[in-house]
Structure formats: structure tokens, C-alpha cells
């Protein structure tokens, strides 16, 4: 993608979108990154996937470092602008593209972030509002009981509520078992982790027994932070709770183990 964004992406007549991969999906969760490709496609889009980008930057903006951010926003403003959109698995990382690059930058980049922002969603929004999923692209499968935790960025930055729940319901032929609370944070939150442990581990001890009160077999989630935050609380304490990113329920891809399971 240094010159032309048509030269690795994949076949078809619709618009080119620029697919970020995320470092978590990339590292612990590939199977996002591949089903987002695959849900993509299935509108017609021509996915590419710059091999510039890198981390967003969001754990050193979480902690201040805010000089440290800059180089990393202009590489990746400069392999994401060719793209007719850009479409993230991800509210936070989204949140911080859309909302925090246009903060930092100035001149002619901030114009550009700007740009790059008004064409970036997160995979649920850009699949219900600005390239709908066809319904006849249904998962294969038949899922089980299912409930959702709404991750902090896409919720309050982004907006993002019934999207997840409409493709659900749409592809999947699932209703929800809506967790109580369900807009409590799971006490993920980036850094918050990390600088406040014992608050961050009660509020994921209550998410994870709020999922229990559900009955659902299954919690899907958009953010990998939050999934992956609640799936190690649920193993610590023995719950039976399978964890998964809703672009694997999306595409039916429940053969190889729940985040937090197996290899």
C-alpha cells in the first residue's frame, strides 16, 4: 500500500477498505483479524492490509506520553489515507484514531488525521450502518445462549450499542441474554489494570458473575482488552464461561478454543 491501495487487495468492484489489524488481535487473536476479512468481503469490499501499520499508540497516550504518540500517528495516518475506509475490531482502537489523533496533531496532519478519522468505524458500525451485511450471509451455525459486554470505548466514544446485537440477531439468529449492568466496565481499561489491580479485579469479579446471572453459555465482546481481561478472571475462578470476539460468532468460526483456552 505505499503507492496504490488496489495493489494487495483482494478482488471484487466495491470500495478498498484498510483493514487495522490491532497488536492483540495480531499477537493473541488472529482468528479477529481473519473473520473481519472474511465479513468485509462478504459485502463486496476490497480488503487490504497495509503492512505499515503499528500500534496505535493508546497504552503510551493512556500513560501521558504524548510526544512518543506522534510518529506513530503520522506512519499510520500516511498507510491508512489511501483506503476508501478504514475498519478497526476494535472500539478502543477506533476511539483513539477517530478521536485523539486530530488532538494531537497540528497543521497538515491534523487535517489529514481528521480525514482519516471521518472514514474509520469500528467492524460492527461500518457492518450496520455504513456497509450492511447482507442477511443472506448467515453463520453456519447455530449458537448457543449468548450475552455481551459493551466495551467503555465503543459504548462512550463511538456510540456503538445496537449494532453487535442487530448483526446477532441478523446473522446468527441469536437473541441476547443481556447482562445486568451491562454498561459497567469490566475494569480493564487500558493502563487502569495495571495502576489500580485491586479495583480492577473486583470490577472484573462482578462482570463475570453478572454474566453467570444470564445463564448464557457464551460472552461475545468488540474489544479484545475487555475479552481477554474477562476470560482470565472467569478461568481464575473456575466459571464456565466461554469468551469470544463477536467477529468469530459473526462468521460461525467456533471450532478452535474461546479466548483464554487451549494453546
Request: glycine content about 10%; some cysteine.
Amino acid at each position: 500500500m505505499d503507492t496504490n491501495p488496489l495493489d494487495n487487495a483482494s478482488p471484487g468492484h466495491g470500495p478498498v477498505v484498510a483493514l487495522f489489524v490491532t497488536c492483540l488481535a495480531d499477537l493473541l487473536r488472529p482468528s479477529v483479524a481473519f473473520n473481519s476479512i472474511k465479513l468485509l468481503e462478504q459485502t463486496g469490499c476490497r480488503v487490504v492490509v497495509p503492512l505499515q501499520q503499528t500500534c496505535c499508540g493508546q497504552p503510551a497516550y493512556n500513560s501521558g506520553d504524548y510526544e512518543s504518540i506522534i510518529p506513530l500517528a503520522k506512519q499510520l495516518i500516511a498507510a491508512l489515507e489511501p483506503a476508501d475506509y478504514v475498519v478497526i475490531p476494535s472500539g478502543s482502537c477506533a476511539g483513539m484514531i477517530c478521536h485523539h489523533y486530530p488532538q494531537l496533531l497540528d497543521g497538515d496532519w491534523r487535517d489529514r488525521a481528521l480525514q482519516v478519522a471521518a472514514k474509520t468505524f469500528e467492524i460492527t458500525s461500518f457492518l450496520s450502518d455504513i456497509l450492511p451485511i447482507k442477511r443472506g450471509h448467515r453463520a453456519a451455525i447455530k449458537l448457543p445462549s449468548v450475552t455481551y459486554h459493551d466495551s467503555c470505548a465503543g459504548l462512550r466514544e463511538l456510540g456503538i450499542k445496537e449494532q453487535p446485537r442487530q448483526l446477532l440477531q441478523e446473522l446468527c439468529d441469536t437473541e441476547l441474554s443481556e447482562l445486568p449492568q451491562t454498561e459497567v466496565c469490566c475494569g480493564f481499561g487500558g493502563t487502569f489494570c495495571a495502576k489500580m489491580p485491586e479495583i480492577s479485579a473486583k470490577m472484573v469479579h462482578d462482570k463475570v458473575h453478572s454474566a453467570q446471572t444470564t445463564g448464557a453459555t457464551i460472552l461475545a465482546g468488540g474489544d479484545l482488552g475487555c475479552l481477554l481481561n474477562i476470560a482470565g478472571r472467569a478461568r481464575r475462578e473456575g466459571v464456565d464461561l466461554e469468551v469470544r470476539h463477536i467477529t468469530e460468532l459473526l462468521c460461525g468460526d467456533l471450532d478452535g478454543p474461546a479466548i483464554g483456552e487451549g494453546e
